[in-house]
């Protein structure tokens, strides 16, 4: 479909996931510490998806008022359903399933 479309298709890591550590310790390993972890809050992801989108860049190709769309499930489900909400100029669409939208302790759903 993104072919058809000459669409690009981008898949970016949450912050904490994979090799995404805003602070580390010695080189390659996180910081998980009490201190660090308070960067890892849904806020914080809806911040690095806006400054990726309102900075990225590819291939040195000009971008003319790109159109961009979110997708998620799940918890990436509820951050693609509060990035349209919140942040209402940096897509022109999302398709947010299976997102849980009301944050709740102890969520054993």
């Given at each position: 479909?993104?072919?058809?479309?000459?669409?690009?298709?981008?898949?970016?890591?949450?912050?904490?996931?994979?090799?995404?550590?805003?602070?580390t310790n010695g080189g390659t390993i996180?910081?998980?510490?009490?201190?660090?972890?308070?960067?890892?809050?849904?806020?914080?992801?809806?911040?690095?998806?806006?400054?990726?989108?309102?900075?990225?860049?590819?291939?040195?190709?000009?971008?003319?008022n790109p159109k961009w769309i979110l997708?998620?499930?799940?918890?990436?489900?509820?951050?693609?359903?509060?990035?349209?909400?919140?942040?209402?100029?940096?897509?022109?669409?999302?398709?947010?399933?299976?997102?849980?939208?009301?944050?709740?302790?102890?969520?054993?759903?």
């Amino acid at each position: 479909m993104a072919k058809t479309h000459n669409a690009l298709i981008i898949q970016l890591e949450h912050r904490f996931f994979g090799k995404s550590y805003p602070i580390t310790n010695g080189g390659t390993i996180g910081d998980m510490s009490v201190d660090a972890l308070q960067l890892l809050t849904p806020q914080q992801a809806l911040e690095d998806l806006a400054n990726f989108i309102k900075t990225f860049k590819y291939k040195n190709i000009e971008w003319k008022n790109p159109k961009w769309i979110l997708f998620g499930g799940s918890y990436p489900g509820t951050l693609c359903a509060w990035s349209r909400a919140f942040y209402t100029d940096i897509s022109v669409g999302g398709i947010c399933s299976s997102a849980p939208l009301w944050v709740k302790l102890d969520f054993s759903g």
